[in-house]
């Protein structure tokens, strides 16, 4: 199966999780730091899971799932531990046109989720198109320990300098030009030598 990467924003929109254990949790801490309404279908729910419900940032249908769960939503994730309610949920869900994961068993979805680093308004996602999870969880861990803190810092510094760039009063072109200096120039270098002040000058002499 072939997968097209994408960003997607779901603020404010209904997804729902069937299951209530130890990956829906991971789905559902996933789908709620996006700004999404969390729906969950069970029998049960983890401890963790129980306290989201009681403080209202999730909704929870204490019961086995129905094909009328699905209803009014934006994404579906199979999460439990039966394999045929999945395949279940991936029939209806799909036959709906709904955005669908089955965890564990990527071939019933059309989508998967890729292992993700986020710093910041740094987002990386890794995958191996759902074949290799153990191998996305190493390049993870590998990024994450070489690159990832000093790039989220890097972006941290070109948005500070967007702005300044903004009060300068630049036309598009020139702005576009500034931003692609800078980064073609030494300043991330020096961020990852820890020589912030060298950056912060290189940056203001690209600009000037």
């Known amino acids: 199966m072939s997968f097209f990467p994408i960003d997607i924003s779901l603020k404010n929109k209904k997804c729902i999780i069937i299951g209530g254990g130890r990956i829906a949790e991971r789905k559902a801490s ?6 999404a309404k969390v729906k969950l279908v069970s029998p049960k729910l983890t401890s963790y899971l129980h306290q989201l419900f009681l403080e209202g940032k999730i909704e929870w249908s204490r019961k086995e799932f129905e094909e ?27 036959k709906k046109n709904l955005l669908t994961n089955i965890v564990n068993a990527p071939k019933l979805g059309n989508f998967i989720f890729p292992s ?22 190493k390049i993870k861990e590998d990024l994450k320990e070489k690159l990832v ?3 989220s810092k890097f972006l941290k510094l070109l948005k500070e300098v967007e702005l300044k760039i903004k009060e300068r ?8 030009k500034i931003l692609r200096k800078i980064i073609e ?8 030598e820890g020589k912030e002040n060298q950056a912060r000058k290189r940056v203001e002499e690209c600009i000037s």
């Not at 996933?30 to 700004?35: D, R």
């Not at 759902?130 to 996305?136: E, F, N, Q």
């Open 149 to 151: 803190s000093d790039y």
């Open 68 to 94: 009328e769960d699905i209803v009014d939503c934006f994404l579906v994730i199979g999460a439990t531990d039966n394999f045929e309610v999945n395949q279940r949920v991936s029939k209806v869900a799909l």
């Open 169 to 176: 009063s630049f036309s598009p072109s020139e702005r576009r």
């Open 185 to 192: 120039s030494d300043a991330f270098t020096y961020l990852k």
């Open 30 to 35: 996933s789908l709620l730091s996006c700004g």
């Open 116 to 137: 993700i680093i986020k710093q910041g308004d740094l987002i990386i996602s890794i995958s191996t198109s759902g074949k290799y999870p153990l191998l996305s969880k």
